[in-house]
């Protein structure tokens, strides 16, 4: 079982044996989670030195757009962005994974330079998205507009400068 404080050893590990892991902490109070994550995240950008790609699903806990009062909230986003922004050089990959894009920290958000969206039917959510796209390629009225109306499966995926695509796209179920 993961511990709060056992974030930093854990990565230690992954990037001594460049073994692949799926770290849950489900179980783990949001405090907790925090810590963990604070630790790995610290020790992953400072050990690493081979590629990686790290998914953190629920990314909105770990880089929020508005900070908790928590001991770690302000180091956790620093650690976060630090991964996200100065990681690429360091051959690290960030997926970030979030049902509410308007509740992830905008430095952290900025970062992207793919997305895959579903359906948002919340407009704060559509708003962020919308912000990404300004900044990152223009236009996507026909993305917004159509995001709260996105059948289950259906996503847009735009990359406007590494892929150089924008498509409406069908992902299949899960089995």
Known sequence: PLEPGAGARVARFL?????????DLVEMRR????????GFAEEL??????PVHLVVDECDLFAPQTLRK???AKHLLDAMEDLVRRGR???IGVTLISQRPALVHKDVLSQARTLIVHQL??????????AWMRSNAGGGAEVIDSLPSLDIGEAWLW?????KLLRRVRV????
């Open 172 to 175: 299949r179920p899960r089995t």
């Open 45 to 50: 950008f400072h050990r690493c030195k081979r």
């Open 159 to 163: 990359s406007p400068s590494w892929l």
């Open 121 to 130: 039917p919340g407009p704060q959510d559509g708003d962020a998205i919308a």
């Open 89 to 91: 050089a360091k051959g």
């Open 15 to 23: 990037v001594e044996t460049n073994a692949p892991a799926l770290l």
């Open 31 to 38: 405090d907790d989670q925090q810590r963990f994550v604070l």
């Open 70 to 72: 928590s001991e770690h």
